[in-house]
């Protein structure tokens, strides 16, 4: 078990530039969660999968964000046109909700828009 | 609307003290609540999990109590040491989440 992998670490990018980021989760996970998180602040719920359906998306998510679990196992966020209030960390984070209600984070994205 | 409040200022201990640390919340009612810690520039990790019919949680030296009256859970770090120095999140459910408190734990 090597944990949840999310790939970039970091991205910086330009003001109306399209990012994406990609998460492994704990290869038996069902569940997966994409939050943002700017600093100070906790955890802000962006959207969750479980299994390659994705059941729950935050009113806070404008149309430029979009999210993908294609087979049911890695997942990818993509933020279009990016605007600087985008800047922040973007986690991920796996469960198997069936077992118990625990999340699993990765280390995180940590996108900076000039 | 849902709110979760936690002390927004950074608490300061004397290693070897207890530290303890308080969520609040409104207009909901939770199934469980968690306790996370999160150092800087990492993710979250999962300390405890306390469920509505339980009053107290247990973990070596971490202790967590839940109120559902008061809309309130504490945690209490016994014994406190410089290495628990982080910010502690409380998370109602899976996904609301306060804003963290500081803690530092002073040597």
Known sequence: DTGVSQDPRHKITKRGQNVTFRCDPISEHNRLYWYRQTLGQGPEFLTYFQNEAQLEKSRLLSDRFSAERPKGSFSTLEIQRTEQGDSAMYLCASSFVAVEETQYFGPGTRLLVL | ?107
Not at chain 2, 22 to 50: H, M
């Open chain 2, 1 to 107: 609307s849902q709110k979760i409040e936690q002390n927004s200022e950074a608490l300061n201990i004397q290693e070897g003290k207890t530290a303890t640390l308080t969520c609040n919340y409104t207009n909901y009612s939770p199934a469980y609540l968690q306790w996370y810690r999160q150092d800087p520039g990492r993710g979250p990790v999962f300390l405890l999990l306390i469920r509505e019919n339980e009053k107290e949680k247990r973990k070596e030296r971490l202790k967590v109590t839940f109120d559902t009256t008061l809309k309130q859970s504490l945690f209490h770090i016994t014994a406190s040491q410089p290495a628990d120095s982080a910010t502690y999140l409380c998370a109602l459910g899976q996904l609301i989440w306060g804003a963290g408190t500081k803690l530092i734990i002073k040597p």
